[in-house]
C-alpha cells in the first residue's frame, strides 16, 4: 500500500509487482506504507492529473468483476478527459442500451478511481447521480479537468 494526500482526500494505492490493483479514497491511512516500482509510478502520476499536467494514465491495471462490470469499466475508459456522459450512454456504448441501471452499479463497484474514470459519469437529466466517494469529489474531479482540459 501507498498513499497520497491528494486535494480531495487520501488516496490508497494498491499494487503488486505487474498491475495495480486498487486506488481508493479512504477516511484514513490504514496500514504501514510498502512501495513498490508500480505503486510510486502510479502515485506520480496521480500528483501529475492533480496538478493538472496529466489527462491520460499509462499504468497497468488488473481489474477483477463479472463479465458486464469489466465491459462497463472499459467504456468508462473513452470518455475523454474533461467530459461527461450518461449511464445510459455507457449502456448504448456495451450494447445494452436499458441497463443503465446496472452501469450505475458496476460504476459502484470500480476498485481504480480516478484511472477509470467513474466520476465521469452523470445522470441522464445533466445532474451528478452515484458517487462511492461522495458526490463533493465528483464535481471536483469534473470542474478540475474542465479547468484542465485545453491547457
Not at 500528483?47 to 497497468?60: A, L, S, T, W
Not at 468508462?76 to 436499458?98: F, P, W
Not at 445522470?123 to 465528483?138: E, F, I
Request: proline content about 2%.
Amino acid at each position: 500500500m501507498l498513499y497520497l494526500d491528494s486535494p480531495i482526500g487520501i488516496i490508497e494505492i494498491e499494487a503488486d509487482n505487474k498491475y495495480i490493483l486498487s486506488v481508493n479514497f479512504v477516511k484514513q491511512i490504514r496500514f504501514k506504507e510498502k512501495h513498490n516500482e508500480l505503486n510510486l509510478k502510479c502515485k506520480r502520476q496521480l500528483e501529475e492529473y492533480f496538478d493538472g499536467n496529466r489527462k491520460e494514465f499509462f499504468i497497468p491495471i488488473k481489474t477483477q468483476g463479472t463479465k458486464f462490470q469489466e465491459k462497463v469499466w472499459n467504456a468508462l475508459r473513452t470518455i475523454n478527459y474533461g467530459e461527461v456522459c450518461s449511464y445510459g450512454d455507457i449502456a448504448k456504448e456495451i450494447n445494452n442500451k436499458k441497463a443503465y441501471r446496472a452501469v450505475g452499479n458496476a460504476n459502484n463497484k470500480n476498485n481504480i478511481s480516478i484511472i477509470i474514470p467513474c466520476h465521469r459519469v452523470i445522470g441522464s437529466n445533466g445532474k451528478l447521480v452515484g458517487y462511492g466517494s461522495g458526490l463533493w469529489r465528483k464535481q471536483w474531479l469534473i470542474d478540475h479537468e474542465r479547468k484542465n482540459k485545453d491547457e
